[in-house]
Structures are given as C-alpha cells and as structure tokens.
C-alpha cells in the first residue's frame, strides 16, 4: 500500500502539470496513462502472454481515444 501511494503521488507530480497543456502533448499523456491502465489490466488477468491480442488491444485502444474530428470533420 505504501508503494502505491508514493507511486501516486510521484505520478500526480508528473502528469498533473500537463493538463493545464492543451493539444498534443496532452493527448500523448492521456494515450500514455489509458496505456498504462490497459496493460496493468491485461497483467492482472494474466493475458500478457498472448501477444497478438495485446497489441490489437492497444491498436483498439488507441483508436477510440483518437479523436475522430480529425479524420471525418473537415470544416468548410
């Protein structure tokens, strides 16, 4: 327990700053962090070892988080 709250709040002091960021740099830190997530769920459920769906995972991942303004909206 004590481990995770100093990795909280090591991560607290490190991603906080970037939202007051807008743009890119946010959204890599936000693809980082959902990342992240994933992949600590996928090792809870031990399915790391089934490489193939892990990266369509995160190829899918990756797409719902892509903002969809850039590929369907083209303003006139």
């Keep these: 327990m004590k481990t995770r709250i100093i990795t909280a709040i090591i991560a607290i002091l490190i991603f906080f ?22 992949l600590e769920l996928l090792q ?22 892509f903002q969809d303004e850039y590929i369907f909206f083209r303003p006139d």
């Design 17 to 38: 700053p970037f939202i007051f960021l807008s743009g890119l740099s946010f959204q890599i830190i936000m693809y980082i962090i959902a990342t992240i997530g994933f």
């Design 44 to 65: 809870m459920r031990h399915m790391t070892k089934y490489p193939i769906p892990t990266f369509l995972g995160v190829v899918f991942l990756w797409s719902l988080l």
